[in-house]
């Protein structure tokens, strides 16, 4: 694969849990036009370690960017709420289920489209799908939120560290005088 093509090709690396990312694909000029993704395309690696097989992504790309996908990922279109699905297929439990359906080989375990589509999986009625998709979206979103607010601080606080030890070494600081009044403390 080069760098440069008309279709950009989503490889294992591309695929995170319930997520694609489309930021570095590698590119080829010719695809049959029925392997182009559409958003809502669900894809999991078949081919991987056994850490990183069958973890599912969500391709949402709805730009008009033409983009396709490896062979040792397998793309399948729900029928059913493929927000719900996602979350569902990323369940540490179920992804330890449908490893262990894997074929293990060399270094890498495989997990054949026939083998993933014989799991079977809840199915609750659509309005319950909807409703637990919504619930989830509420949850992950507050702790994004408090993710950002964490790395935030670290990153002051990384920065005051960076002052106080430029201070320290410059002499605005008496350390001396510091640790004399801890030790009278």
């Known amino acids: 694969m080069k760098q440069e093509g008309e279709f950009g090709v989503l490889r294992m690396g591309d695929i995170g849990y319930g997520t ?22 669900l894809l999991f690696n078949r081919t991987n370690s056994y850490e990183q097989v069958a973890k599912v992504g969500l391709f949402l790309d709805d730009s008009e960017a033409k983009v396709t996908f490896a062979s040792y990922l397998v793309r399948f279109r ?21 490893r262990s359906h894997s074929l293990k080989a060399i270094g890498q375990v495989n997990l054949n ?21 919504t619930f989830l979206d509420s949850e992950i979103g507050k702790i994004d939120a408090l993710k950002s ?37």
């Open 20 to 41: 694609v990312s489309t930021s570095d694909l590698a590119r080829i000029d010719g695809v049959d036009g029925r392997l182009l993704l559409r958003p809502g395309d």
């Open 78 to 98: 729900p029928s059913i709420n493929v927000r719900y699905l996602t979350y569902l297929l990323n369940i540490p439990a179920f992804l330890g289920f449908a």
């Open 149 to 185: 607010k964490v790395n935030s601080a670290v990153g002051l606080l990384r920065e005051y560290r960076s002052s106080l030890i430029t201070n320290a070494v410059t002499g605005k600081i008496d350390v001396r005088a510091q640790q004399q009044r801890e030790a009278a403390e």
């Open 113 to 133: 489209p026939t083998r993933y589509a014989q799991l079977k999986i809840c199915v609750p009625p659509s309005d319950e799908q909807s409703e637990i998709v």
